[in-house]
């Protein structure tokens, strides 16, 4: 049976096989999307190929945990996990950063509006999952070795061993400052993957996606992730107006909070510049590149914190500042 055909197999069963279909744009995955709509009623297709590593539960699980707490995640109305097919309530095309660009004013009260969501989430009690913690985070923060630096040298990539000075600053550092009750960190929260919903109310305005890889981590990383977008540049104004808000309503100390979130937003953009240079050397998405200019720049202001600066004089040591002669590179330039 083809794809298409499935495809069509569960939109029968679930009577939706005479609705109008149109791509969505997709992500970094293999899953794609299509909106539908049905006789006026829209909704999105999420189709996860098993046989590509892709698998719906985890995002159904979390998408009806985010719902029960009073967030708003896409409803499911729809489901075959088996062959990777979800049929999801569409949430509009209100993605803040669409909104934010239409709209500069509109940044700090949707962003703000962000941190008060996650204000909420970190309120609850977090489901039961995998922990995102040193163990895990340090190397996943030398794919910047593996793939990044490893690609503007020209180098096949190769995996980092656990005594590289980068990956034992960067457990030490995540290991210092982890925090006393890990919460459910959704790990991609940022304005292409949050939804301005006006016409509803409170921490429910702000609508959620891309959330099926959560764990337990931070109370920063998701703030971070906010803040210091790889997509788009968030005013320093709003930045610092939102990371206040943050901690304030959480009554947390200043200090030692910025010390945590610098060191989770200096292993995300670690892993970012991999990701981003992985993307493009082994999966053919050159595109991610144009976005590393930006990532380094958010690895530099992480890593001009004080507590940090012994991973600074390690990363400057190993990782090549992106000029764009050397980002031809990744793209396959010479």
Excluded: C
Excluded at 162 to 180: F, K, N, S, V
């Amino acid at each position: 049976m083809t794809r298409e055909t499935a495809k069509q197999a569960f939109l029968k069963r679930i009577g939706w096989a005479e609705a109008a279909q149109k791509p969505l744009a997709g992500d970094a995955s293999n899953r794609r999307y299509d909106r539908l709509n049905l006789m006026g009623t829209p909704a999105v297709l999420m189709d996860a190929p098993p046989e590509k590593g892709e698998d719906t539960r985890p995002f159904t699980a979390m998408a009806r945990y985010l719902t029960s707490i009073g967030l708003s995640a896409p409803e499911i109305l729809g489901e075959d996990a088996e062959n990777g097919f979800l049929l999801l309530e569409d949430l509009g095309d209100a993605l803040f950063a669409r909104v934010t660009a239409a709209d500069p004013k509109a940044e700090e009260p949707l962003y703000h509006a962000a941190v008060d969501a996650l204000l909420h989430l970190h309120a609850q009690t977090p489901p039961d999952l995998a922990p995102y913690d040193a163990e895990t985070m340090a190397p996943l923060g030398t794919l910047a070795l593996d793939w990044y630096a490893a690609g503007l040298q020209g180098m096949a990539p190769a995996a980092t061993p656990a005594d590289h000075p980068l990956h034992t600053e960067l457990h030490r550092l995540l290991t210092a400052t982890q925090p006393a009750a890990p919460v459910l960190v959704q790990r991609d929260f940022h304005a292409e993957n949050l939804l301005w919903l006006p016409e509803r109310a409170g921490v429910a305005r702000v609508g959620l996606l891309d959330f099926q890889d959560a764990r337990l981590g931070h109370p920063a990383y998701d703030l971070v992730s906010l803040l210091y977008d790889a997509r788009r540049d968030v005013s320093p104004a709003v930045q610092n107006s939102a990371m206040a808000r943050y901690i304030q309503g959480a009554s947390l100390d200043a200090e030692s909070f910025q010390t945590a979130a610098a060191t989770q937003s200096a292993q995300r953009n670690l892993r970012i510049l991999g990701v981003f240079a992985r993307l493009s050397l082994r999966d053919n998405k050159a595109h991610y590149v144009d976005l590393i200019p930006r990532v380094w720049r958010n690895l530099m202001a992480d890593l001009s914190h004080p507590a940090l600066a012994p991973l600074r004089k390690i990363a400057l040591e190993h990782l090549p500042e992106p000029t764009a002669e050397r980002l031809a590179t990744l793209k396959g330039g010479a």
